[in-house]
């Protein structure tokens, strides 16, 4: 068997690949991939906003932590108290201006 000898510039370059370091957008299009969430990172403008806020609830006096998101704008919703159970109402309101203001009162 007789081979022949390469010829300059016939080689195939090999595929090229994505650094491991390359930006996860950029890899998402390159393959044609839906983005994925991926717990604990904040790439998003929404979960940049969502942000803890103390409440004290209307029955038992309790302070507590809520997660509120302002980025979806004003809601108004219901929430159990973390530490009696009793149904809160909230309503969240978010100006123009991005000013921000949570109110709780008791439901009912």
Same mark, same amino acid.
């Given at each position: 068997?007789?081979?022949?000898?390469?010829?300059?510039?016939?080689?195939?370059?090999?595929?090229?690949?994505? #650094?491991?370091?390359?930006? #996860?957008?950029?890899?998402?299009?390159?393959?044609?991939? *839906?983005?994925?969430?991926?717990?604990?990172? *904040?790439?998003?403008?929404?979960?940049? #906003?969502?942000?803890?806020?103390?409440?004290?609830?209307?029955?038992?006096?309790?302070?507590?932590?809520?997660?509120?998101?302002?980025?979806?704008?004003?809601?108004?919703?219901? *929430?159990?108290?973390?530490?009696?159970?009793?149904?809160?109402?909230?309503?969240?309101?978010?100006?123009?201006?991005?000013?921000?203001?949570?109110?709780?009162?008791?439901?009912?």
């Amino acid at each position: 068997m007789r081979h022949r000898p390469k010829r300059p510039g016939s080689e195939r370059a090999p595929a090229q690949r994505p #650094s491991p370091d390359a930006d #996860s957008r950029a890899i998402d299009a390159l393959y044609g991939l *839906e983005p994925v969430f991926e717990p604990g990172r *904040e790439a998003d403008a929404a979960s940049a #906003s969502t942000r803890l806020q103390a409440v004290d609830c209307p029955y038992c006096g309790e302070r507590f932590q809520s997660l509120i998101d302002p980025s979806a704008g004003s809601a108004h919703y219901i *929430e159990d108290c973390q530490v009696c159970c009793q149904p809160i109402e909230f309503e969240l309101r978010v100006e123009a201006d991005g000013a921000v203001s949570l109110q709780t009162r008791r439901d009912g």
